[in-house]
């Protein structure tokens, strides 16, 4: 009969709380901070989607907006019948979300002769994870984000954990990616991404081979479905219609107009484009998608706006191209004005007031979780967390700068194709660019891109440390050009 190992000794788990002293410390004040939050919104806090995903969740369906992947996760805790236990879990997965990339910054292959980051920077590479204001709301919102966070965390890591990650760690990371993408569509450029960071770090066929089937034949089997029940081959129905929207505030018919299909033309806003609502009102509240009969995102209005928006942006690149960088600019500011309207804006932040469920909402959500309101503010912790989120968050120029430096770190390994920084540097950047580039910016998009800027920024401080320090050796000081950056990591203690 095979032995159970032995639990740890008391002498071992000391040792590793003492390497890991900073982390723990952080982690259970984050602990604290989530505990905190939960007795004061009892028991979650309730965003415009939540609805649809409880109903599919109830109901599961392909569905043309919400793909599919939030809604297993909550089918999975359904027999719990309670969002305090879905909320719960989301707070974990963020906790989860800082331990998985600490443990991967302190794996030494990754940095420059195998200088790991000391605990203490480890630890404050997550804390923005751990401490944001923001992000601790978000986990609390039945919302998508954290799950798909949680996947990308764990995919990325998968790949970066070896030197020269195995078939099975690609294709685990693979899977994760296709229900990453599953969960919310730009999980697929970031598939993307993987694959040719694999490609560039000549991971073996073999490898890509498996991420690249591991990550396309589930999305391609959902797709399947997709089209069974709403007759288009694709995640969801709302690509050409958002694109629309995003086009709308710079889009002059006079343009192209000659070049449209006539059914199309009443999609058209004879409103001068500086006088014009933010993009998603195209979407939500303005009369022209409206014009057409059935739902909002029905294939054939798709179609429409998808032609509408390639012409408008054919006829207008450079009115386009203004367009997103506004919206991208909006990711740097210092402050955290409202925007894009105040409605949406209350969604992000803690609310003052106990919320009811939304008018005919309470039956569907009670097959669920028979709740009487849909989120209980209770005093005095609610109002602590309010503070707490004013105060305590990453400003946006921050997160430049941490991008600033990640790309410092890659352009810095350019003869290594960006090495090993370059997957969270791609993440982070298509996490921050793609939104505005086809939709609009949203706050609630930006903080899924933080872990991956400060972790590739930790890495490119810490090569540019040991460039430093090794300058001043005598190997490294017998010439001016002298770099360790495409080195074979050496084996290092880690302190």
Known sequence: ???????????????????????????????????????GYRWAIWFPDSYPYVDVALHPRPDPVRTFGYPLLLIVLRPLHSVAAVVTVQHLMGLAVACVLYALLRRPHLFARGRALPGWAAALAVAPV???????????????????????????????WSPRPSVGQVTAAGLLLSLAAVTRTIG?????????????????????????AAGVIPIAAYCGWYASENGQFALSGTDGVFLYSRTMTFADCDEFGDKLPVDAYALCDSTPPEQRPASHFYVWEESQIFRYPGGIFAPYKSDLARTFAKEAIAAQPGDY???????????????????????????????????????????????????????RVVEPYAGFMRAYQKAVYLPGTVLGVLLLASLGGVLARWRAWGGVA????????????????????????????????????AVALRDLDTWRRFRKTPEGAGSATASPENEEPRVAVVS
């Open 188 to 212: 697929m450029p970031l598939l993307i991404i993987m694959l040719v960071f694999l490609v560039i770090r000549r991971a073996g066929w073999k490898a890509v081979a498996g991420g690249l």
């Open 321 to 375: 191209f203004q367009a997103f960088l506004t919206d991208f600019g909006r990711t740097f500011r210092w402050d955290r004005p409202v925007y894009p309207d105040p409605k949406t804006y209350s969604y992000y932040v803690f609310p003052e007031t106990t919320q009811e469920y939304w008018p005919g909402k309470a039956e569907t959500v009670a097959s669920y979780d028979d709740q009487s309101t849909a989120t």
């Open 130 to 160: 751990l401490f944001d204001g923001n992000q601790v709301e978000l986990e609390h919102l039945l919302l998508s984000d954290t799950y798909f966070l949680l996947l990308v965390t764990v995919a990325a890591a998968l790949v970066l």
């Open 422 to 457: 370059l997957l969270p540097f791609g993440y982070a950047t298509a996490l921050l660019v793609v939104p505005p580039a086809t939709v609009l910016f949203d706050y609630r998009y930006v903080l899924p891109a933080v872990p991956f800027a400060a972790v590739a920024a």
């Open 1 to 39: 009969m095979r032995r159970l190992p032995r639990p740890p000794s008391r002498a071992a788990l000391l040792a590793f709380a003492g390497r890991h002293r900073v982390l723990l410390v952080l982690l259970a004040l984050a602990v604290v901070l989530r505990i905190v939050t939960i007795l």
